[in-house]
Antibody, heavy 120, light 111 residues
Framework: EVQLVQSGTEVKKPGESLKISCGGS????????VAWVRQTPGRGLEWIGI????????RYSPSLQGQVTISADRSIDTAYLQWSSLKSSDTAIYYC?????????????WGQGTLVTVSP | QSALTQPASVSGSPGQSITISCTGT?????????VSWYHQYPGKAPKLIIY???NRPSWVSNRFTGSKSGNTASLTISGLQAEDEGDYYC???????????FGGGTKVTVL
């Protein structure tokens, strides 16, 4: 069974750093792109970026490029999303998902989500 | 404002059929057969229910059907059940972005 398991809820202050994780199991983790998506009540579902764990090829949404870093550790089948300096606007639920399809067009399995709250 | 347009809400009575639309352009929905649909319960992650316009993953009931006409894709839920409540999102491959486009979501209520 394909599963993506994310790290738990985080509460941080503006300016703090954070790294959340997404562990894959039930499939060959290195062979599939992993997507990071965030969800907020006001902005709906929004792309952050994607990573191919086999070679760490990474692509970011233009609006978030430079604001976050996506990485992966093939040895432990885990992808990461990190911030060096959080802002209140980073408050959201963050999902990882496995990306499939000829044009990387389908998110076929999702993690349970990580709630990140950034507040003074 | 989302790139793909969905109605904010759709409702129906148990046993009825409802249809949710997802409108884009010829650069996305209208030009390619790479539309997916997702169902999300409150507080839970989205779950894939349709891919490539009209294909169902093995875990999805045949009460869910996808279709497309021109620049509009549609998701039809037949034999509506209480468990079908929640939010539904469409996505589409697009030529103008690395990433698929998201719809704004449709809240389905079973009356």
């Amino acid at each position: 069974e394909v599963q993506l398991v994310q790290s738990g809820t985080e509460v941080k202050k503006p300016g703090e750093s954070l790294k959340i994780s997404c562990g894959g199991s039930g499939y060959t983790f290195s062979n599939y792109w992993v997507a990071w998506v965030r969800q907020t009540p006001g902005r709906g579902l929004e792309w952050i970026g994607i990573i191919y764990p086999r070679d760490s090829d990474t692509r970011y949404s233009p609006s978030l490029q430079g604001q976050v870093t996506i990485s992966a550790d093939r040895s432990i089948d885990t992808a990461y999303l990190q911030w060096s300096s959080l802002k209140s606007s980073d408050t959201a639920i963050y999902y990882c998902a496995r990306l499939v399809g000829q044009h990387l067009d389908t998110l076929d399995h999702w993690g349970q989500g990580t709630l990140v709250t950034v507040s003074p | 404002q989302s790139a793909l347009t969905q109605p904010a809400s759709v409702s129906g009575s148990p046993g009825q059929s409802i249809t949710i639309s997802c409108t884009g352009t010829s650069n996305d929905v209208g030009g390619y057969d790479y539309v997916s649909w997702y169902h999300q319960y409150p507080g839970k992650a989205p779950k894939l229910i349709i891919y490539d316009v009209n294909n169902r993953p093995s875990w999805v009931s045949n009460r869910f059907t996808g279709s497309k006409s021109g620049n509009t894709a549609s998701l039809t839920i037949s034999g509506l059940q209480a468990e079908d409540e929640g939010d539904y999102y469409c996505t589409s491959y697009t030529t103008i972005s690395t990433f698929v486009l998201f719809g704004g979501g449709t809240k389905v209520t079973v009356l």
